[in-house]
């Protein structure tokens, strides 16, 4: 049984917190949080073992999936580097310090950050890239990223890895970003290719959180498998980098 302690309590953790006990070989270790919430809250039963803080939190674990803040991913990466546990971050808008401690943490143990751990977005940041190889620098490249009202980050994690995937341009062009906050939607990214007489789009839709949080524990189940190191969805789902 992989041990899990989910670090959060927010949309996502309470996601993962919810389809845990659906999935085979997982034991849920215990909740980290810093304020204590009911069982209708996390979507599991009050029975959980919640713990205000890393520190609080006195025995073993396998796995630690972070769905925070920044500062809090930092927190959980030295933690876990310190104790020999496996860290699954899906947090986004890391700060340079935040990746750092992540990495530094790789030396140690593995770890796994990415601001989306849909299998569908993973293969979508793949077309992307071919895309942008086969086209050089002759298309303008726009993305455009949808999600809902309470999301602070703009652009998303997702956009802004996706712009990654993307070769700068030659001419010293850049990607035009464009984001939307609006109800409670999950997430949808769009990429557009705008040639001269056509246009290519390469998008994505999620449909309920679920995807994230089954991505998570997927991907935490490969995870806990591997030797310390920093990896990618491209590593876990064997897609070409």
């Given at each position: 049984?992989?041990?899990?302690?989910?670090?959060?309590?927010?949309?996502?953790?309470?996601?993962?917190?919810?389809?845990?006990?659906?999935?085979?070989?997982?034991?849920?270790?215990?909740?980290?949080?810093r304020?204590?919430?009911?069982?209708?809250?996390?979507?599991?039963?009050?029975?959980?073992?919640?713990?205000?803080?890393?520190?609080?939190?006195k025995?073993?674990?396998?796995?630690?999936?972070?769905f925070?803040?920044?500062?809090?991913?930092?927190?959980?990466?030295?933690?876990?580097?310190?104790?020999?546990?496996?860290?699954?971050?899906?947090?986004?808008?890391?700060?340079?310090e935040?990746?750092?401690?992540?990495?530094?943490?790789?030396?140690?143990?593995?770890?796994?950050?990415?601001?989306?751990?849909?299998?569908?977005?993973?293969?979508m940041?793949?077309?992307?890239?071919?895309?942008?190889?086969?086209?050089?620098?002759s298309?303008?490249i726009?993305?455009?990223?949808?999600?809902?009202?309470?999301?602070?980050?703009?652009?998303?994690?997702?956009?802004?890895?996706?712009?990654?995937?993307?070769?700068?341009?030659?001419?010293g062009?850049?990607?035009?970003?464009?984001?939307?906050?609006?109800?409670?939607?999950?997430?949808?990214?769009?990429?557009?290719?705008?040639?001269?007489?056509?246009?290519?789009?390469?998008?994505?839709?999620?449909?309920?959180?679920?995807?994230?949080?089954?991505?998570?524990?997927?991907?935490?189940?490969?995870?806990?498998?591997?030797?310390?190191?920093?990896?990618?969805?491209?590593?876990?789902l064997d897609?070409?980098?």
């Amino acid at each position: 049984m992989i041990r899990t302690l989910v670090h959060g309590a927010g949309r996502m953790a309470r996601r993962v917190l919810a389809l845990l006990p659906e999935m085979e070989g997982f034991e849920l270790a215990g909740l980290i949080s810093r304020t204590r919430p009911d069982g209708k809250l996390v979507g599991v039963e009050t029975a959980t073992e919640w713990y205000g803080s890393l520190e609080d939190f006195k025995t073993t674990a396998d796995l630690l999936i972070d769905f925070t803040l920044p500062g809090g991913t930092r927190s959980a990466a030295e933690w876990c580097a310190h104790n020999g546990v496996a860290v699954l971050s899906g947090t986004t808008g890391l700060s340079d310090e935040d990746i750092q401690a992540l990495k530094k943490a790789a030396q140690k143990v593995p770890v796994l950050w990415a601001p989306n751990l849909s299998h569908g977005i993973a293969l979508m940041t793949t077309l992307v890239r071919q895309a942008a190889d086969a086209l050089g620098s002759s298309a303008h490249i726009s993305i455009t990223d949808i999600h809902h009202q309470h999301k602070v980050d703009a652009p998303s994690g997702t956009a802004l890895a996706l712009a990654a995937a993307v070769p700068p341009a030659d001419d010293g062009g850049e990607l035009v970003f464009s984001s939307v906050r609006e109800g409670e939607v999950v997430g949808e990214h769009i990429v557009r290719f705008e040639l001269a007489d056509e246009v290519i789009v390469i998008s994505h839709k999620a449909l309920d959180r679920a995807v994230f949080a089954r991505g998570a524990l997927n991907a935490g189940d490969w995870l806990v498998r591997q030797r310390p190191g920093y990896y990618s969805t491209d590593d876990w789902l064997d897609l070409p980098g």
